[in-house]
């Protein structure tokens, strides 16, 4: 007897997070993936005081932030996207933890600065009405690791703060801000990533005013990854922005090509920078007397410009004709 040609609709698998996938994975295989600390060590370590980072701003940081926030988009290559996802796979992270990473490096090499926090919006559910809450990452940097190191305490910082819930209300002061750089991928096939519901609370609308210094948003696309990064007029310009993502992404390959380079090690500049830097800037060839010394030409100049400054001590100045 033949049966009925039925379709049959099965249900959908319950989606794991990557963050439980990898805590399985630390409990089978501790070699590779350790598990998170205790909830109490986490803690004290996330409560420290936080540093302010000195981002190097194009203008004075105001009590409060008074314009509207822009957005710059950028762009990274089909190739640099497949090869960051190579080495995401090889290090048994998420590319969540390979861009966070990638970003506090970025932090490092702009301010010097060994204590970097990066706060990513919670998925963790609050009370209806409750202020929108941060996970933050804070890494150490002293002793220059390398880049490995670095994605090996991200990994293991993005766990514990998924595993311990440690969720934090972020400071309304524009001056003195929880976190002044946020971060998140808008990722719907990661359900460890926050959903478009919990992006909106920490992004606003180009219309209301920066909440944070920097915010990084980044989603894949078959064209490579789209980023976008919402920057607080009232500290950088445009200008400052696009030099930014270029630095991003010059590290990005650098990271690719060698992720056992030390932090100080990894390229920063552009190649357009550095030819200015390099061949440009170094152009300082100038045509003089061949047929005079340097004493000649400097009595020269003296004939030239007899009243400009010679000397000056304390509040005296003497001019070439005194």
Known sequence: MSLPDQ????????????AEQ???????????????????????????????????TDKPRPARSLHPAKTQPFRLPPALT????????????????????AL?????????QDDIALG????????????PKLL????????????RALLAQVRDLTLGAYSHQQALNPQPDFNHPL??????????????????????????????????????TFSETSCGLNGTVRYATDLFERATIERLTGHFQTLLEGIVADPDARLSELPLLTETERRQLVVEWNDTAAA????????ELFEAQVEAMPQAIALVYENSRLSYAN
């Open 7 to 18: 379709s049959i609709t099965l249900p959908e698998p319950p989606q794991r997070s990557v």
């Open 22 to 56: 990898l805590l399985e994975s630390a409990k089978l295989r501790p070699d590779i993936i350790k598990p998170p600390e205790p909830s109490q060590n986490y803690r004290n370590k996330q409560s420290a005081e936080m540093p302010r980072l000195e981002l190097p």
């Open 82 to 101: 497949e090869t960051i996802g190579t080495l995401t796979r090889r290090e048994g992270v998420t590319l969540f933890m390979t861009l966070a990473a």
């Open 104 to 112: 506090h490096v970025l932090l490092h090499r702009y301010t010097g």
């Open 120 to 131: 990513t919006p919670s998925n963790i559910k609050s009370l209806p009405g409750s202020a």
């Open 136 to 147: 933050v990452l804070r890494t150490n940097l002293a002793d220059n690791p390398r880049f």
């Open 179 to 216: 976190c002044q750089v946020l971060f998140a991928l808008d990722n719907s096939l990661d359900a460890q990533q926050p959903s478009n519901d919990s992006l909106a609370d920490f992004f606003p609308k180009e219309t209301e005013a920066a909440a944070f210094d920097l915010a990084f």
């Open 288 to 295: 003089f007397p061949a047929d005079k010394c340097l004493h």
